[in-house]
């Protein structure tokens, strides 16, 4: 069974940082493109950040660029997002997306499939 | 503010069929995905590049797109289809590739 499964959420003053880790299973991690998307509960889906496959390709929403850094460990099947400088407007459910894709000759066609159950973060004093 | 459009709400009467539109440019270069939100629970995925169901979404589920406008269509909607539903595509600025996300439009089935 395919599974992602986010973890590190927690609350934290502003200001502070923080690590999330998503756990992998089921699928050729190390072949999937990764992200992170955030919801405030009772809003939309935001993007945060794209991770291509081998970890050196990596892509963020304007709101959090330079504050936060996505990476993976392929021998580990994890992907992390590391948060730093947070602030209240970042409080929000992650969740961890797979990156499925079709190919067509000389093409990708990338689609989120999979998604985590999500992990809040809560940054409040 | 979402550079992909979405009604905020729309309703249907049980067993009609219902029409969710997404609008923006990107979509005139880059395939629609939609998803599925029910409360408290995560995202999933009922339609791909266009118009592609994953396995074990119902066929009363499809999708199709004209111009910069794509369209989640459910035939014969159900109690459980009572959701959010959140349009998705990819978008390239200065050749730096993020991902849309619409707004999202809550869909009642009354």
């Known amino acids: 069974e395919v599974q992602l499964v986010e973890s590190g959420g927690g609350l934290i003053q502003p200001g502070g940082s923080l690590r999330l880790s998503c756990a992998a299973s089921?699928?050729?991690?190390?072949?999937?493109?990764m992200h992170w998307v955030r919801q405030v509960p009772g809003k939309g889906l935001v993007w945060v950040s794209r991770?291509?496959?081998?970890?050196?390709?990596?892509s963020y929403a304007d709101s959090v660029q330079g504050r936060f850094t996505i990476s993976r460990d392929n021998a580990e099947n994890t992907l992390y997002l590391e948060m730093n400088s947070l602030r209240a407007e970042d409080s929000a459910v992650y969740y961890c997306?797979?990156?499925?894709?079709?190919?067509?000759?000389?093409?990708?066609?990338?689609?989120?499939?999979?998604w985590g159950k999500g992990t809040t973060v809560t940054v409040s004093s | 503010s979402s550079e992909l459009t979405q009604d905020p709400a729309v309703s249907v009467a049980l067993g009609q069929t219902v029409r969710i539109t997404c609008q923006g440019d990107?979509?005139?270069?880059?395939?629609a995905s939609w998803f599925q939100q029910k409360p408290g629970q995560a995202p999933i995925l009922v339609i791909y590049?266009?118009?592609n169901r994953p396995s074990g979404i119902p066929d009363r589920f499809s999708g199709s797109s004209s111009g910069n406008t794509a369209s989640l269509t459910i035939a014969g909607a159900q109690a459980e289809d009572e959701a959010d539903y959140y349009c998705?595509?990819?978008?390239?600025?200065?050749?730096?590739?993020?991902?849309?996300f619409g707004g999202g439009t809550k869909l009642t089935v009354l």
């Open positions: 997306v797979r990156d499925g894709y079709t190919t067509s000759p000389g093409y990708y066609y990338y689609y989120m499939d999979v």
């Open positions: 089921g699928f050729n991690f190390s072949n999937s493109w």
């Open positions: 991770v291509r496959s081998d970890g050196i390709i990596t």
């Open positions: 990107s979509l005139t270069t880059y395939y």
């Open positions: 590049n266009t118009n």
């Open positions: 998705t595509s990819r978008d390239s600025r200065r050749n730096h590739l993020r991902v849309l």
